[in-house]
């Protein structure tokens, strides 16, 4: 009785498949199933497991909002995914970037900590990329207005005074690193046996603080004399 009522069920290949069955070949329904089975077995959707994360790493030049998007998008499709296994995942397929280390020195606690920290990360980026494209349209206005070049010197003091300043050194070389003042370095080796206790978040590596980093005083007193950053020039009174 099933395998008559079956055929009205079918569209597509499904139907041209069973119209083109040798006649009495179909004795049963049991028999009309395991045939169906077997002819369409391989049409059956692929459930996706964690594995696909694993595959998935953070592409050079791809930015951290980007790769967010497309990690989101396949832990979506995965059914029973853990917020734990997605999360470590996660960290392990990022490029070693300002947010990989964060994530290093910081763990997460768990990924709604994850994804507000990453937010932050993004909008910093956006940022920058704002800012360059300002720069960009400032430079192509204007030939002669090139941003200024420095030659690092690690571990050498240019100046024997600093100007006093009003906030932390690390908030002032976030921003000359976000509006192109300050180029950014390529990433340091940690010494051996360094303190891992301080972090220089200019260098990425550790071994001493970022407001002590004798290269990042250097650029932003540089800068200062330049008259760029006044507002975080201390005011005398």
Known sequence: MYYKVFPTSLRGAALSWFTRLPPRSIDSFATLKAKFMAQFATSKPHQMTSVALANIRQEKGESLKAFMARFGQVALSICGLLPEEAMTYLITALKPRPFADSLAMQPPTDMDDLRRRATQFMQVEELRQYSRGEQGQGRRGDRSSNPPRFRDRPGTQRFTMYTPLN????????????????????RGISPQHADQSKYCWYYCCHGHNTGRCTTIKDKIEELIQEGQLQRYVAKRW
Request: zero cysteines; glycine letters at 0%.
């Open 167 to 186: 906030t932390s050194r690390t908030r002032i070389l976030e921003e000359a690193l976000n509006t192109d003042l300050i180029k950014e370095p390529k």
